[in-house]
């Protein structure tokens, strides 16, 4: 079985300093893992995915990922956050049980970025 | 990327009566879609998986006969919420994919709000 998790509810940076959400998984085969933000009253922004390749992936508005096999987990990071960034962001896995390929998301880390 | 176009974005509705909730792929074609309903500041519960022309698969406790799910075509999903009561008010988020294979990413819609009063 498939699953994620995000260990932290909720994360505090100041503007221009660097971020990191945290998300680990477990998996029974290759993971195919996401992230998506989610902006209040909106549906979910695809950032970034890992398929395959070099571990450290980038995505949109600056995010990267860093896919870490060892350490079953996949942070989402950006160098300088923005106010902007301010929104709750999910990591997913895609359930390769599934005939669908629904994804597995994670409970969701709120990011809230201060001037 | 994809577009997925989600309507209403938000509605409200008497106790008792249904409501229907459409979610279009509008550059692409989706054999699959998802629904699913989020509570304030959590995670996406997914409720079902339509399938075009076929039959959804619809989640462990999820009620097949309240949340009605059709997939008639390779571009239109909707979940309609029968005798809607006010347990049902919640935010509904449609997804969908455009080609077969792991590797590809889901895009959503924008979401619904629906409010029962």
């Known amino acids: 079985a498939q699953s994620v998790a995000q260990p932290e509810d909720q994360v505090n940076v100041a503007e221009g300093n660097p971020l990191t959400v945290k998300c680990t998984y477990s998996v029974s085969g290759n993971p195919y893992l996401f992230w998506y933000v989610q902006y209040p009253n909106r549906g979910l922004q695809f950032l970034l995915k890992y398929i395959t390749g070099d571990n450290l992936v980038k995505g949109s508005y600056g995010f990267e990922a860093e896919f870490n096999k060892s350490q079953t987990s996949f942070h989402l990071k950006k160098p300088s956050a923005l106010v902007s960034d301010s929104a709750l962001y999910f990591c997913a896995v895609r359930d390769l049980d599934n005939q669908g390929g629904k994804l597995i998301f994670g409970q969701g880390t709120e990011l809230s970025v201060k001037p | 990327g994809a577009v997925v176009s989600q309507h209403p974005s938000r509605v409200i509705c008497k106790s008792g009566t249904s409501v229907k909730i459409e979610c279009r792929s509008l550059d692409f074609q989706a054999t699959t879609m998802f629904w699913y309903r989020q509570f304030p500041k959590q995670s996406l519960m997914l409720m079902a998986t339509s399938n075009e022309g076929s039959k959804a698969t619809y989640e462990q406790g999820v009620e097949k006969d309240k949340f009605l799910i059709n997939h008639a075509s390779l571009t239109l999903s909707t979940l309609t919420v029968t005798s809607a009561h006010p347990e049902d008010s919640s935010f509904y988020i449609c997804?969908?994919?455009?080609?077969?294979?792991?590797?590809?990413?889901?895009?959503f819609g924008q979401g619904t709000r629906l409010t029962v009063v």
């Open positions: 997804s969908a994919r455009d080609l077969q294979g792991w590797g590809t990413e889901a895009f």
